[in-house]
C-alpha cells in the first residue's frame, strides 16, 4: 500500500492572439511553438503510456482561449504553414550539417521530430489536438479542468459579481460542449484567489481549485495538514495548495532540473546564428530574426561559450532526474505519513509549456517520471485532486487566504506602476456591461451581436495576461496595444448602441476578427 | 570549438529589432526591501507617450507589411469591380478617454501591505463641494482619510495629504485588517467634507492564522507548517537571504510565467561578464551546378534534389579539413554518366592578437 500521492498538474494557457487581418504575425507563433514543442509532444506520451498499459492518472488544465485557437481553422491553417517552413528548413539543415558531426545528428533528430509533429497533428488527429486530449481524459489518464474565461485575475477585475460570473460561467459552458461533460476542477487564473470567490464556483458544481501555498498555509482556522491536505472552503468547494519542494526542484532558476548543463540551450537559435541570407525564409516576413525553434547547443555551463547538444546525454540527464524527483517524493512522502498518519498528497503545478519549449526535455522528463513510479517502487502512487477527494472525503473546513502563485504571491504584477491605469477602464467597462445588459434583456438582430460582441471584447480586455506582459516588459506595446483596442471597441458599442447608431460594417469587422466564443451570453452580465 | 554562431552581445540592427521582439524572459531586478516600497509610488493615469509612439510604430509596421502583400495580390488581378457605395465611416478613437465623468473612489487590495486606490472627482463638484465646507482653495487640502474598521466597536482613521494632480495611491497598511477610503477636503481648521465614499476591502494575513480549530487539533502544527515550506516566508536570516535571493531571482515562488510570456529568468540566462573585443569568423561552401532536369546527380554518393529547370545548390558548413567533392550526374536514359570533383581544403591559422601599443 502507497504511503503517499502525487498529483502533477499541467496548465496549458496562452492568450487568445488572431490576427485575421494580417497574413503573418508574430505573436501567433506562441501558439505554433507550443503545438509544436508542448502539447504535441505531450500527446506522444499519453499515446505511448496507453500502448505500453502503463497507469497513470494527470491533471491539465486548457485555458478557454487556448482551446478556441487550437479549434480555429484560420489558426490551424496558419499552424501547418508553419510546421511545412519549420520541415524545409530541418531538411536543408541536414545538408548544411553534413560536415559538421556534432551538429549533423541533432539536425536529424529536428526533421524527425517536426515531420513527425506534422503527421500527428494532421493525418492522425486531423488537426484537433484538443479532442486528443478530451480522449484521453475519456479513457481514464488525464482530467481536464477549466479555467477562467479569458485567464482574468479574478482578485482584480471583480468590480462586480456579474464580472467574476461571466468569465466562469463561460468557461463551464465552453468546457461542456467540448469536452461532453461537467467540469470537476478549475484552475483560477495565476491561482488568483479571494474570500468569496467560491460561491461562484460552487454555484456551477466545480468540485476544487488549487491555490499557491500560502493560500493554504494562511487559511483560517489553520490548517491541520498544512499543504499536504485539501481544506474544504464553507461553501464546500475544496481548495489544493501548491508543495513547494517539488515546485522548486523543477522550477527554480538557480537548483532546478532544466538548467542542467546538458539540456538543450534555449538562446541559441539558428534563427539568429546564421547567415542572414539563409535564414531569411524563415525567419519573419520583415526579415526580423526570430526563434526558429533549430537549436544545436547545450547549456554547458554558466558561461556564454556553448558546446554542442548531443540528445542522447541530455535523455540519460532526463531519465536520472526523473529518478531523482521519484525518489525525493518518496521520501517525502514516507515522512509525512508517519507524522501525518493519513497519506500525504503533493500537489505539484506547473505551467504546461516549461514541459518543451523552455525545457526541451521535459516531455521526456514527464514520461519517465510516469513510467518509473509505475513499475520502480510502490511508495507514491498518481492521483488526481478529483481522485483523493473520492479518497478522503472528509477534510477540515477553513477559508484560505488571498493569494496568487505570482511573484511575490499576490497582485503586485498585475497591479504595480507599469499597469495599474488599466483599471479605471476595465472597471467602468465592466459596469456599463452590466448596465446594458440588465437593460436590453431579451435583444435580437443587431442589438444582440452588439451586446455579444460587447461581452467579448470585455472578456478579452480581462485577460491578465496583457497586465502581465506590462509588468514583466516582455512585449508591452502589444500588451498595451491589445487592452486599448478592446476596451476602445467596447466603448464604442456601448456609446453606439446608447445614440440607437450601430454600424452593423464595422461589427461585422471585429466580429470576425475577435471571434472568440460564438454562443457567448451576456446575459450572464445583467443584476 | 570554434563556432560560426553570432555573438549575442554586438547586435547588429536586425538583431536590434529581432530582441525588441524576441520572447525573452526577462529577470527581475534585484531589489532592497525598502526599494520594493518606494518604488510603489502613485503613477500617472495615462500610460506614457512614449509607449503610444512605439505602438504606432510597430502597428504601422505590421500594417505596411500587410498592405504590401495586398499589392502583390491586386496587382495579379486583371480588373477590380468597382468599389460598392460605402456608408459613412466612423473612426474609433485611439485613445482611452481621461475621465468618464464620474465622481467616485474604488479600492483594491495587491498584497498584506498595500492598498491601490483610483478616482474620478469632476472640477465642479469639487468646487461645489468646497463651497459647501466653507473656506477656499489655499486654506484645504485634498486628502485620502483611510478608515480602519477591523474592530467594528473601534473605528480609526488616518490621513493621507495628496500632492499635486493624482488620481490613484498606494497605500501602505496593515495585514488582516479592513479598510476603507474617502477622498475629501481637509481645511486648516481641521474640518473635513467627503468628496466620495469607496467600497471596503480586507487585506491578508501575512503568516499563520492564529486560529486553531478544536475540531482538528492533535498535530503540532509549527512541525507541519514547516514541512509545508511555510517557515520560508518567516524566520531564519541565513536562510531567509537565500530565499529572497531566489524569490527575487523569479525562482520558486513564482509559479506563473513559464507560459510563453515568461517573467521567470530561463534556467539558462546567466549574466555575461564584461568582454572584451572579440571577432569571430567561420566559412560555408556553396556547390552549384545544372544539368537536364530529368536527370539524377550524386554528391559524394548522396542524391540531390533538381529544381525544375535542373540547377540545383548546396550549402554547407564547411570547418577545417579535406572535402572530396565527387558529384556524379546521371542521364534519364540511364546510359551517360558524368563525374566532376573539386577538392576543398580548408585551414585555419589563428595567430594571437595584435596590440597595439597605447602612449
Not at chain 1, 49 to 59: A, G, K
Not at chain 1, 245 to 261: C, I, M, N, T
Not at chain 2, 19 to 28: R, S, Y
Not at chain 2, 347 to 356: M, N
Request: charged residues 25%; neutral net charge.
Amino acid at each position: 500500500m502507497e504511503k503517499g500521492l502525487l498529483s502533477i498538474v499541467l496548465h496549458a494557457h496562452l492568450p487568445f492572439v488572431r490576427h485575421p487581418e494580417h497574413s503573418y504575425f508574430l505573436e501567433e507563433n506562441w501558439l505554433y511553438e507550443a503545438i509544436t514543442e508542448t502539447y504535441i509532444p505531450l500527446i506522444h506520451m499519453f499515446e505511448g503510456l496507453e500502448r505500453d498499459r502503463v497507469p497513470v492518472r494527470l491533471t491539465m488544465s486548457l485555458t478557454p482561449p487556448l482551446i478556441s485557437m487550437l479549434r480555429d481553422p484560420l489558426l490551424q491553417d496558419r499552424y501547418l504553414r508553419h510546421i511545412h517552413q519549420l520541415i524545409e528548413l530541418a531538411g536543408r539543415e541536414i545538408d548544411r550539417t553534413r560536415f559538421q558531426p556534432e551538429f549533423h545528428e541533432t539536425a536529424l533528430h529536428y526533421y524527425w521530430e517536426f515531420t513527425r509533429a506534422r503527421d500527428t497533428y494532421l493525418n492522425r488527429y486531423n488537426r484537433d489536438i484538443v479532442g486528443a486530449f478530451k480522449r484521453f481524459q475519456d479513457n481514464g489518464q488525464l482530467e481536464i479542468i477549466t479555467c477562467g474565461a479569458t485567464h482574468g485575475f479574478l482578485p482584480l477585475v471583480n468590480r462586480t459579481e456579474a464580472a467574476v460570473r461571466g468569465q466562469i460561467v463561460t468557461s463551464v459552458r465552453q468546457y461542456e460542449s467540448v469536452f461532453e461533460r461537467k467540469p470537476l476542477g478549475i484552475w483560477l487564473p495565476e491561482c488568483g484567489y479571494y474570500g468569496g470567490v467560491d460561491k461562484f464556483l460552487k454555484n456551477v458544481g466545480i468540485r476544487y481549485f488549487l491555490t499557491d501555498t500560502h493560500g493554504i498555509l494562511h487559511a483560517s482556522p489553520r490548517p491541520k495538514f498544512g499543504v499536504f491536505a485539501p481544506i474544504y472552503c464553507p461553501t464546500g468547494v475544496a481548495a489544493f495548495g501548491r508543495d513547494m519542494e517539488s515546485s522548486k526542484q523543477v522550477w527554480s532558476a538557480l537548483e532546478g532540473y532544466p538548467g542542467d548543463f546538458d539540456y538543450r540551450d534555449f538562446y541559441r537559435d539558428v534563427g539568429f546564428d546564421l547567415d542572414y541570407e539563409y535564414i531569411r525564409p524563415y525567419i519573419t516576413p520583415d526579415g526580423i530574426r526570430v526563434n526558429t525553434g533549430i537549436k544545436y547547443y547545450r547549456i554547458t555551463g554558466r558561461t556564454d561559450h556553448k558546446e554542442p547538444y548531443v540528445r542522447r546525454h541530455a535523455l540519460e540527464k532526463t531519465a536520472s532526474h526523473a529518478a531523482n524527483f521519484m525518489f525525493n517524493r518518496e521520501k517525502q512522502s514516507e515522512h509525512l505519513y508517519d507524522f501525518m498518519g493519513r497519506k500525504p498528497l503533493i500537489v505539484s503545478p506547473y505551467d504546461a509549456e516549461l514541459y518543451g519549449h523552455w525545457w526541451y526535455e521535459g516531455p521526456e522528463f514527464l514520461n519517465f517520471l510516469v513510467r518509473k513510479m509505475a513499475f520502480d517502487q510502490k511508495t507514491v502512487r498518481l492521483v488526481t485532486p478529483m481522485d483523493y477527494l473520492r479518497m478522503y472525503p472528509i477534510n477540515q473546513v477553513s477559508t484560505p487566504s488571498m493569494s496568487s502563485w505570482g511573484y511575490k504571491g499576490y497582485a503586485e504584477t498585475w497591479l504595480s506602476g507599469a499597469n495599474d491605469w488599466i483599471y479605471l477602464h476595465l472597471h467602468k467597462a465592466t459596469l456599463r456591461m452590466t448596465e446594458m445588459a440588465t437593460r436590453y434583456r431579451g435583444q435580437d438582430g443587431l442589438v444582440e451581436r452588439a451586446l455579444k460582441q460587447a461581452a467579448r471584447e470585455l472578456f478579452l480586455a480581462q485577460s491578465s495576461d496583457w497586465a502581465f506582459i506590462m509588468h514583466t516588459g516582455t512585449m508591452v506595446p502589444y500588451a498595451v496595444k491589445r487592452t486599448k483596442e478592446h476596451l476602445l471597441n467596447f466603448t464604442r458599442i456601448y456609446e453606439d448602441l446608447k445614440k440607437h447608431q450601430l454600424d452593423a460594417n464595422w461589427l461585422g469587422e471585429i466580429e470576425s476578427r475577435n471571434n472568440i466564443f460564438p454562443e457567448v451570453d451576456y446575459q450572464l452580465f445583467s443584476e | 570549438m570554434a563556432a560560426l554562431f553570432r555573438r549575442k552581445k554586438k547586435d547588429s540592427e536586425d538583431d536590434k529589432k529581432a530582441k525588441a521582439k524576441k520572447l525573452e524572459p526577462v529577470k527581475e531586478p534585484v531589489k532592497s526591501i525598502q526599494d520594493l516600497k518606494a518604488s510603489a509610488r502613485p503613477s500617472k493615469l495615462v500610460p506614457s507617450p512614449v509607449v503610444d509612439e512605439k505602438i504606432k510604430q510597430a502597428v504601422v509596421r505590421k500594417k505596411v507589411a500587410a498592405s504590401e502583400n495586398e499589392k502583390q495580390v491586386s496587382a495579379k488581378l486583371v480588373k477590380a469591380p468597382p468599389p460598392a457605395p460605402q456608408p459613412v465611416y466612423r473612426e474609433t478613437p485611439r485613445e482611452l478617454p481621461d475621465s468618464y465623468g464620474d465622481n467616485h473612489i474604488y479600492l483594491m487590495v495587491r498584497d498584506p501591505h498595500w492598498l491601490y486606490s483610483y478616482w474620478e472627482i469632476q472640477k465642479d463638484y469639487h468646487e461645489a463641494k468646497l463651497r459647501e465646507l466653507g473656506g477656499n482653495w489655499n486654506e484645504v487640502n485634498a486628502v485620502l482619510r483611510v478608515y480602519d474598521v477591523s474592530d467594528e466597536n473601534h473605528k480609526t482613521f488616518y490621513d493621507v495629504y495628496l500632492h499635486g494632480i493624482v488620481k490613484n495611491w498606494y497605500l501602505n497598511v496593515e495585514p488582516n485588517h479592513s479598510y476603507y477610503v474617502e477622498i475629501g477636503l481637509l481645511h486648516r481648521d481641521g474640518r473635513f467634507i467627503a468628496l466620495a465614499c469607496s467600497n471596503r476591502i480586507t487585506t491578508p494575513r501575512a503568516g499563520m492564522s492564529e486560529v486553531i480549530d478544536e475540531h482538528w487539533m492533535g498535530i503540532d502544527f509549527d512541525k507541519m507548517y514547516a514541512l509545508s515550506g511555510g517557515f520560508q516566508v518567516g524566520k531564519s536570516s541565513a536562510e531567509l537571504q537565500k530565499m529572497m535571493e531566489e524569490r527575487l531571482m523569479g525562482a520558486i515562488s513564482s509559479g506563473s510565467g513559464a507560459g510563453l510570456l515568461s517573467s521567470m529568468a530561463s534556467p539558462v540566462k546567466i549574466p555575461g561578464k564584461k568582454r572584451g573585443f572579440w571577432f569571430i569568423l567561420d566559412c560555408e561552401l556553396i556547390v552549384y551546378g545544372a544539368t537536364e532536369p530529368d536527370a539524377r546527380v550524386t554528391l559524394q554518393g548522396r542524391e540531390i534534389k533538381l529544381r525544375p529547370d535542373g540547377t540545383f545548390s548546396l550549402r554547407f558548413a564547411l570547418p577545417d579539413g579535406h572535402y572530396v567533392l565527387d558529384a556524379h550526374a546521371y542521364s534519364a536514359d540511364g546510359i551517360e554518366e558524368r563525374i566532376i570533383t573539386p577538392v576543398v581544403d580548408r585551414r585555419t591559422e589563428r595567430p594571437a592578437p595584435i596590440l597595439k601599443p597605447t602612449d
